[in-house]
C-alpha cells in the first residue's frame, strides 16, 4: 500500500465541476476495473491511474477545462501538483447525484481531522398549487351542468352556444433549492511515492487500427467468454473454469481487418470485422523512419500478416466498458506482446478544444 503524508502540507484545492455525464461514464468505466485509483492534479491536467494487482491498467489524462470549472489548486510541489488515492465508487456516486443538479463543485478540505473530497450539489425542489382547485372552484362536471341551464334557462343573449365550457388550472410552482453534500474519503501521497509509478513500456506496435464500436465487441467478446466457459464445462474442467477466465484471440492487420477468436477442445469460432481503418503515423512522432517502422513491414506483407494478442476473456470485457464513453478508439498491437488502446474522448462544450485520451494497456498471455 502506498503511504499518505504524515506532516500536513499547505494546499488548497476547489472547483466547479462540468460535463458531469461523462465524467461519470469515465468513473465508471475505470472503477470497473479496480476499486482504487490515483488521481493526480495540477495546474492544467487531471490524471486517473488504475494498477490492479492483476489485469489491465490505464492512465486517463484529462485537460482540467473537460472536466472542471472555475479551478483553483495550490500546493508547495511543482505546478501546484496534489496526489490523492480515492475510492472510485464513492465517486461514482456523487457524480450520479449530480447528474440532473444546478451545479456541482468539488473541494478538499478535513473532518475529523482526516483529508475528504467534499462534493457539494445544488438541486431543486418543485412544489405547485392549483389556483382552480381551492376552495371557490367547481369541478369541470358542474360547470357544464352550469352552463347547460343557462342555455335552457334564459342566460346571457350574448352567450356562445358552440363554445365548449373548459376547466381553467393555474399552476404556480414554487422551486426550493437543496444542498446535498457527499464526503468522498481519500489519502493524500506523497510525491516521492508517487513519481514512482511509471507507465509500462511497449515496444513499437506492428498494427494500428481503429476498433468497431467497443460496445459491439463487448457483445461478441463476452458470448465468446460464455461459450468457452461452457465448452470447458462440458469437458470436465470445471476446476480450471472456476478459477481461471478463457483467454481470447485477438488479431489485426494493416489492411484494415480485426479478427476475434476463440478455441477450446471442441469449438473454433471466431469473428471478422473489415474496412476498418489504419490511421496514418505522423513521421514527426517516430524515432525513425516511416518505412523503417513495423506496421509499414506488416502493410508490406499483405493482408494475411496479422498480430496477434491473447486476452483475459473477463478483464477484457471490463476494458471494454470504457466504451459508454463512445469515444473514437485506436488499437495498438505489439505482436505476442501487449495491446495499447488509446481512446479519444471528446470535449461537447467546446469543439474547438483537444481530445482527452484514456490509455489501456492490455496483457498478452502466452498460448
Not at 21 to 39: M, N
Not at 195 to 200: D, R, T, V
Not at 291 to 296: L, R, V
Request: with cysteine; charged share 25%; glycine share 4%.
Amino acid at each position: 500500500m502506498l503511504s499518505g503524508l504524515t506532516c500536513a502540507l499547505k494546499m488548497r484545492f476547489r472547483t466547479d465541476v462540468k460535463n458531469t455525464r461523462t465524467f461519470t461514464k469515465l468513473v465508471g468505466a475505470l472503477s470497473s476495473l479496480e476499486k482504487i485509483a490515483w488521481l493526480r492534479l495540477s495546474d492544467d491536467t487531471a490524471r486517473f491511474t488504475v494498477i490492479p494487482d492483476v489485469g489491465s491498467q490505464v492512465w486517463a489524462s484529462l485537460s482540467v477545462d473537460f472536466i472542471f470549472d472555475n479551478y483553483q489548486i495550490q500546493s508547495t510541489e511543482a505546478s501546484n501538483t496534489i496526489n490523492l488515492e480515492l475510492p472510485l465508487q464513492l465517486l461514482q456516486r456523487a457524480l450520479k447525484s449530480a447528474l440532473n443538479s444546478l451545479s456541482a463543485s468539488l473541494r478538499l478540505t478535513k473532518r475529523d481531522g482526516l483529508p475528504m473530497l467534499s462534493m457539494t450539489i445544488t438541486t431543486t425542489t418543485a412544489t405547485s398549487a392549483d389556483s382552480a382547485a381551492g376552495a371557490g372552484a367547481r369541478p369541470m362536471a358542474e360547470d357544464a351542468a352550469y352552463d347547460n341551464s343557462k342555455h335552457q334557462g334564459g342566460g346571457d343573449d350574448f352567450d356562445d352556444l358552440d363554445f365548449q365550457p373548459e376547466h381553467l388550472e393555474t399552476s404556480l410552482r414554487r422551486e426550493h433549492e437543496k444542498i446535498i453534500t457527499q464526503d468522498i474519503p481519500v489519502r493524500i501521497l506523497h510525491p516521492d511515492t508517487v513519481e514512482m509509478i511509471m507507465q509500462p513500456k511497449v515496444r513499437e506496435p506492428e498494427v494500428h487500427i481503429q476498433l468497431p464500436p467497443l460496445l459491439q465487441l463487448k457483445a461478441i467478446s463476452d458470448r465468446f467468454t460464455k461459450l468457452a466457459m461452457a465448452s470447458h464445462s462440458a469437458s470436465g474442467s470445471t476446476t480450471a473454469t472456476s478459477s481461471k477466465s478463457p483467454k481470447l484471440e485477438l488479431s489485426a492487420n494493416m489492411h484494415g481487418s480485426l479478427r476475434l477468436r476463440t478455441t477450446t477442445d471442441v469449438t473454433d469460432i471466431s469473428s471478422v470485422w473489415t474496412d476498418l481503418e489504419n490511421p496514418e503515423l505522423d513521421p514527426a512522432q517516430l524515432d525513425r523512419p516511416l518505412e523503417e517502422h513495423p506496421s509499414t513491414r506488416f502493410r508490406e506483407q499483405g493482408p494475411d500478416c496479422w498480430a496477434t494478442v491473447l486476452v483475459d476473456g473477463r478483464d477484457w470485457s471490463k476494458v471494454l466498458s470504457v466504451g459508454r464513453l463512445e469515444g473514437r478508439v485506436i488499437g495498438c498491437f505489439a505482436d505476442g506482446h501487449a495491446l495499447i488502446l488509446y481512446v479519444y474522448v471528446s470535449n461537447h462544450d467546446d469543439s474547438s478544444a483537444e481530445d482527452s485520451v484514456v490509455t489501456y494497456y492490455v496483457q498478452s498471455y502466452s498460448a
